[in-house]
DNA sequence: CAAATATAATAGTATTACTATCATTATATA
DNA sequence: TATATAATGATAGTAATACTATTATATTTG
């Protein structure tokens, strides 16, 4: 993907972490690294003394950035969440015709992630392969109503309604466009751990991809007939 | 839900526990109270310290039945499909009409739960909360292909192909079945999940079930309509 | 009743997820 | 340039977790 825009910073919920990453290097280095830990040994054996020792800092430092690994989960999240919020807006601005707007956005929601060379610090296929793996633990918890409040998940819930709304302007009287939104957004999720692991449970693969099956899903539930 | 048959027993994987918690008293105690405990505290809160404590027994003797609360999650969660897919398999089995089938097996995967008489030691109702709030844990690791090789998810792979299987039949031109029987099941979790958490990401609610809403997704994207 | 098995009690270990304190180093500004 | 301030590092310590090991005591079965 092409450099677009030097600017584009990702906003993310300031109560996510105790002192923004963004804001020095070794912030940058705790997120950049912890993407590749994370990736590597999974969440669970993932932990701050590890990730200090791994970039040659100490264990306290780390905890002066993030509370806990959970908050680091939900910071990475939720800066995954709003960086392909910035791709669909981005790739479905202008497009006039409804029916193709949705086609475009079911594609950036769900096609294969690519390197974004605006964020060095942060390699997007990594973090979509962590937010495949981990991203339900974010918010399968006992205290999720008290984080959704505290606004940790806004970012997703946004980009959930954006796609609702898209799905709204193609058939505005389909009945459930926000479970097919959350279905297409969540189900792409899923499809893609299941290539990788039980591959017996989905049809796609690397020639059928899950793009295809989402898009020929959404359009023939919606009654409008597939572009592509 | 009435007793339908006495001596139905789900057959679960005896890698997963130690010794067969439905051969004493102690082992269904154990999973008769993690059901409870792990419905009230959540999966990450519960351990069998303080399981024991609650049946009035020692944690050394719990460890006997189950390695740890992985496996016993393992465990709960096949007993769950086990269960599902029997009650899938009686309610669709005479039945001529593919479609009619397919639909019966939908109602089947995506209704809440109800309980059944015929295993008084477990609670269905609080399980498939269990199920809903935590089975994804269950296979998001890093030592999934190896569990799966092991066969610790046979029965829910089992039921995802019985419903492909249903699939096809009803339109064998259809090029998705195994993935639109997966979303189906996991989806019908995710969306009970957001009923209860996230409203503002389902259509559905008390009215409108996620049955329906799954209904009308498989019947139009299979391009059939739906009797119901 | 004896032998085998199941369960309970107790203790102990390595790891985790932190918190606290103090020392050192970098940076900002007067 | 001196110095205050902030950032980071080093070390130590704690409570809880997830077990394992050992021994004692019930309970079942032959």
Redesign the interface.
């Given at each position: 993907m092409e450099k677009l825009l030097q600017s584009v910073r990702i906003t993310i919920n300031d109560k996510l972490y105790v002192k923004d990453p963004e804001s020095s290097k070794l912030g940058k280095r705790i997120v950049e690294e912890s993407i590749l830990m994370i990736n590597d040994?999974?969440f669970?054996?993932f932990n701050f003394k590890k990730l200090g020792q791994k970039i040659g800092s100490n264990e306290s430092s780390i905890y002066r950035y993030f509370e806990n690994k959970h908050k680091l989960l939900l910071y990475l999240a939720s800066w995954y969440w709003g960086w392909l919020e910035y791709q669909l807006v981005f790739a479905t601005n202008n497009i006039p015709d409804a029916s193709t707007k949705l086609e475009r956005a079911i594609e950036i929601m769900t096609q294969a992630t690519e390197i974004d060379l605006a964020f060095t610090h942060i390699n997007e296929v990594l973090l979509s392969k962590i937010v495949i793996?981990?991203y339900?633990?974010s918010?399968?918890?006992?205290e999720?109503?008290q984080e959704?409040k505290d606004g940790y998940?806004v970012i997703y819930?946004r980009l959930?309604?954006r796609l609702s709304q898209m799905i709204k302007e193609v058939n505005g009287d389909y009945?459930?466009?926000?479970?097919?939104?959350?279905?297409l957004i969540?189900?792409a999720l899923?499809?893609y751990?299941?290539i990788d692991?039980?591959s017996?449970?989905?049809?796609?693969d690397a020639k059928?991809t899950?793009t295809e099956?989402f898009k020929?899903?959404a359009f023939?539930?919606l009654?409008i007939k597939n572009n592509g």
């Open positions: 040994m999974g669970e054996s793996n981990e339900s633990k918010y399968l918890t006992k999720v109503d959704n998940f819930k959930v309604n009945p459930y466009p926000a479970s097919l939104a959350s279905t969540e189900g899923h499809q751990f299941l692991h039980f017996s449970l989905t049809s796609c059928t899950p099956y020929h899903l023939n539930t009654n």
